[in-house]
């Protein structure tokens, strides 16, 4: 079975300073690859998505992602993060014979003015 | 536009109580999730249903029962309420399923605590 791990439990930033979230996984296949954001109080939503395909992604809210085969990782960047993106963000992994997703354990950011 | 709406957002139960989660989607999805969040452990899928009639195990299923009572709903029953079982949990849906890379939708949760 496919595993997910986020190895920052919390990271804190500066406002306006740049934000790389780590994700690796362990799966011998390319698995389908995802990245939600968890607001307080709220459920996740996606911000970007990987599947095949050119191994940099784009997604919402100014995030982006690559896809790194060679050291099994899905790495989240930020140029410049801002006050609301102070969340709970959760890399996931669909994979094996029905893609079921696995998600990390989250990592937390708190962002300083 | 609802999207996905649980209800209650939050309850309190104590050990040995029963209880039923509901969770209904208006976006015509065929696919709908249980997830349980607890600290340190991300999310993990506690039963998923493909298509309307058809439910299955995920990745931590025991005491918890399911029903797909149409389209819409998709509702998450504890039989008998554990302390183990305080969580927040989350009812996803999306169209396709996993298979098909699509995200899933997710509503605001329900906090539970079972004392």
């Known amino acids: 079975a496919q595993s997910v791990t986020q190895p920052d439990i919390h990271i804190t930033v500066s406002e306006g300073a740049s934000l790389e979230l780590r994700c690796n996984y362990s799966y011998g296949a390319t698995p389908y690859l995802f990245w939600y954001v968890q607001s307080p109080g709220q459920g996740l939503q996606l911000l970007l998505k990987y599947f095949s395909g050119d191994t940099l992604v784009q997604g919402i809210k100014g995030f982006e992602a690559e896809f790194k085969r060679s050291q099994s990782s899905f790495n989240l960047r930020k140029p410049s993060v801002h006050w609301s993106d102070a969340a709970e963000y959760f890399c996931a992994v669909g994979a094996g014979i029905d893609y079921k997703l696995s998600f990390g354990a989250g990592t937390t950011v708190t962002v300083r003015a | 536009n609802a999207g996905v709406t649980q209800t209650p957002k939050f309850q309190v139960l104590k050990t040995g109580q029963s209880m039923t989660l509901q969770c209904a989607q208006d976006?015509?999805?065929?696919?709908m999730y249980w997830y349980r969040q607890d600290p340190g452990m991300g999310l993990r899928l506690i039963y998923y249903s493909a298509s309307e009639g058809t439910t299955d195990k995920g990745e931590v299923p025991n005491g918890y029962n399911v029903s797909r009572l149409n389209k819409r709903e998709f509702s998450l029953r504890l039989e008998s309420a554990a302390p183990s079982q305080t969580s927040v949990y989350f009812c996803?849906?999306?169209?396709?399923?996993?298979?098909?890379?699509?995200?899933?939708?997710f509503g605001s949760g329900t906090q539970l605590s079972v004392l």
């Open positions: 996803a849906s999306s169209q396709g399923g996993y298979r098909t890379n699509e995200k899933l939708f």
């Open positions: 976006m015509n999805h065929n696919s």
